[in-house]
Every structure is written in structure tokens, then in C-alpha cells.
């Protein structure tokens, strides 16, 4: 069983208490037609999304994340936002350490809560900014982190940051407008931009494997929310082919653009959908 559906199981199987779901910032596709230099750009850290609401970590979803006692005991009494982090490609392992009820020290140590907003604060994002570096600063947690902001003088040299990047792993690039203040939902305040596409698809049945994929899967047959069927091979490894994603459940999938038929092009299978 893979690593993957293992993450599944454990989200199945370890509900988490229900919380208030957060009202969240949401970042808008990045279009070329933007000012960059009236931007902060920052690495979009492939994490768990975590909201602090002053006691304790909240998901996306709005589930209580069951972090020990030990990683929150320096941090503020008001509400921070931020990613649970563990590094570049380790999605799948941060999932499985975040998602579990009962936490365990040794992993949980790994983990770094890195803020990039602080909500309901007054001021532009730079001056929150500064606000979020001076309390990172006096909280001193070993925990809490700030994710680097830094500027870009042009479109040429973001692409070239972008490349740079995701050619050591991250999967691209967030930018936010200096003087927005902060609200909740999504808009051209914040951006994200990565070379390539993804979305989310549900697998409604499979196509079976030919040659060296005789008896296993050797597609994916999905199902988008607009309605449109296609099929995914592409990234799926041998323990996926042996042990597909149960029908019904949701796939994050990477594209490049659409065909003439409104169909993802060069569709490729990334993960199960974050299900916290």
C-alpha cells in the first residue's frame, strides 16, 4: 500500500473534532497584466494550510489539527495564518504526521508552522509583514516560522525565480500586493503562479492495464466538476496501478493548458486530495 492511501486511511479513520471553519485569504491565478513590482513574492510552500485562532490550529476544512501541547506553547493569543511545512515534496508525509488524533513527539518535531498573514490585523500587507517579523521574533519558538518575502524588478526575472524554484522542487510562487489590506475570500491581492495547471477530478472508474501493466490499472477514469470524462496514466506509480484510488474519491491532477474540446492537456496524476 502506498504511502498515499495510507494518508487516506488515516484521515478516514482519525476524524478530527469539527471546528469553526476559518474565513481564509485565497489567491486568485496569476496573469501577466499585473505590476509585479507592486507585489511581495514568497515560495508557495507545498504544506498543510493551518489557521491559529489564539488556542488552537485549525484546518481548511475547519477540523481541529491535534498538534502537541509542546509545539503551540510559544505561540501568540491571536490568529495566525500559515503552512505546516515539512520541506519540498514531503506533502504526502506532512499530511500523514498533521492528520493524526493522537500526535506523535518524534514526528511533530520535523514539523515548522511557517506564517505568511496575519489575520484581522490593520495595515497593508507590508506593514504586516513587519508585524509578523517582530512577533516571530518575540514569541522565540523554534516552531514558528516566517515565510521569506522578497521583491522582483520585472516579469523576466519572476519567470527566471520561477524556474529557479521549481527546478530545486517548491511548486511556485505566491505574490502579494503590497498595500492590500487584509480580507478574507479571493481576489487580486493575492496570486499564485507555477508553470503548470491543477485542479481537482473525481475517479469514477478505471481502465485496465496492457503489457507490463497487465492486471493493474492503467488509467484513471475521472470526472470534473463541470462534467467532462477523461482519462489519467500519466504519474501513476506501480503500487497506484496495484492499489488504485477508491472509486469515488478525489484526485489533484497537473495540465497544461486545454485541448480544443475543453479537455486538460497532458493531464498527469499528482496526489488524493488533502482531505483535512
Given at each position: 500500500m502506498t504511502k498515499t492511501l495510507i494518508v487516506l486511511l488515516l484521515v478516514v479513520c482519525c476524524q478530527l473534532t469539527a471546528a469553526s471553519k476559518p474565513e481564509l485569504l485565497l489567491a486568485q491565478v496569476y496573469n501577466d497584466t499585473v505590476d509585479v513590482q507592486q507585489y511581495w513574492v514568497s515560495e508557495k510552500l507545498d504544506g498543510v494550510r493551518a489557521y491559529w485562532d489564539g488556542k488552537q490550529l485549525i484546518s481548511r476544512g475547519g477540523n481541529v489539527i491535534a498538534a502537541p501541547a509542546w509545539f503551540v506553547a510559544d505561540f501568540p493569543p491571536q490568529p495566525l495564518d500559515g503552512e505546516l511545512w515539512l520541506g519540498r515534496n514531503k506533502f504526502a508525509e506532512t499530511l500523514s504526521i498533521v492528520s493524526k488524533q493522537q500526535p506523535v513527539d518524534s514526528e511533530w518535531q520535523q514539523i515548522r508552522y511557517y506564517l505568511f498573514e496575519l489575520p484581522q490585523a490593520k495595515g497593508s500587507f507590508t506593514e504586516r509583514i513587519n508585524a509578523l517579523q517582530r512577533l516571530v521574533a518575540q514569541q522565540n519558538s523554534r516552531y514558528l516560522m516566517l515565510v521569506p518575502q522578497f521583491r522582483i524588478a520585472d516579469q523576466a526575472a519572476l519567470a527566471a525565480k520561477l524556474s529557479e524554484l521549481e527546478q530545486a522542487g517548491a511548486e511556485g510562487l505566491m505574490l502579494h500586493h503590497q498595500d492590500a489590506l487584509y480580507k478574507t475570500g479571493r481576489s487580486n491581492d493575492l496570486l499564485k503562479l507555477k508553470s503548470y495547471q491543477d485542479t481537482e477530478a473525481q475517479v469514477?472508474?478505471?481502465?485496465p492495464g496492457k503489457g507490463k501493466y497487465q492486471g493493474m490499472v492503467g488509467a484513471l477514469i475521472v470526472k470534473t466538476a463541470d462534467g467532462k470524462i477523461f482519462a489519467i496514466g500519466s504519474g501513476l506509480t506501480d503500487?497506484?496501478?496495484?492499489?488504485p484510488p477508491p472509486i469515488g474519491?478525489?484526485?489533484?491532477?497537473?495540465?497544461?493548458?486545454l485541448t480544443k474540446h475543453g479537455l486538460p492537456r497532458f493531464a498527469r496524476f499528482v496526489r488524493l486530495r488533502q482531505a483535512l
Open positions: 469514477i472508474g478505471y481502465r503500487a497506484l496501478r496495484q492499489t474519491s478525489v484526485i489533484t491532477y497537473r495540465y497544461n493548458g
